[in-house]
């Protein structure tokens, strides 16, 4: 298994069919005069590998975390689900994690956003994805 992409976006929307669909992708430098600035954001993680580690009833924890420039903790959500068996047995396995946060920034700089996916307690995969915050220029 493995992380095979992470989207930062601004907001998300499911379709009829529960399709997802990603609003504010690549918006990942904000500028703005003021502070502090109230922000929302999604982080959408996409795990996939083979069908048999894809085994029904695995345990999967996604955690997502959220830094100041200083190293404050704005936001740390976990959530947990177990796999549901694959439908299909001769594609690849995929799942599909999304978790929304609200926080507020306090300063200019980098926010990193972590983000660690754990497989029964025992497989870990992360990735950081980055948000600035910058004044504009003059």
């Known amino acids: ?16 069919r529960n ?12 500028l703005t005069s003021k502070l502090p600035l109230q922000l929302r954001r999604v982080v959408f993680v996409q795990v ?28 740390d959500i976990s959530s947990q689900a177990n796999i549901s068996s ?18 507020t920034a306090k300063e200019y700089g980098k926010y990193p956003l972590k983000t660690l996916v754990n497989m029964d307690e025992h497989q870990e995969f992360d990735i950081e994805l980055t948000l600035y915050i910058k004044e504009p220029s003059p």
């Open 48 to 75: 996939t590998g083979d069908v048999d580690e894809f085994k029904e009833d695995r345990l999967v924890t996604f955690t997502l975390n959220v830094t100041s420039p200083s190293g404050d903790v704005l936001t």
């Open 86 to 103: 694959l439908p299909w047995s001769d594609i690849p396995g995929s799942l599909d994690l999304l978790a929304e946060t609200d926080f």
């Open 19 to 30: 399709a997802l669909t990603l609003v504010g992708v690549g918006q990942n430098v904000i």
């Open 1 to 16: 298994m493995k992380i095979s992409s992470a989207i930062l976006a601004e907001a998300f929307a499911r379709d009829s």
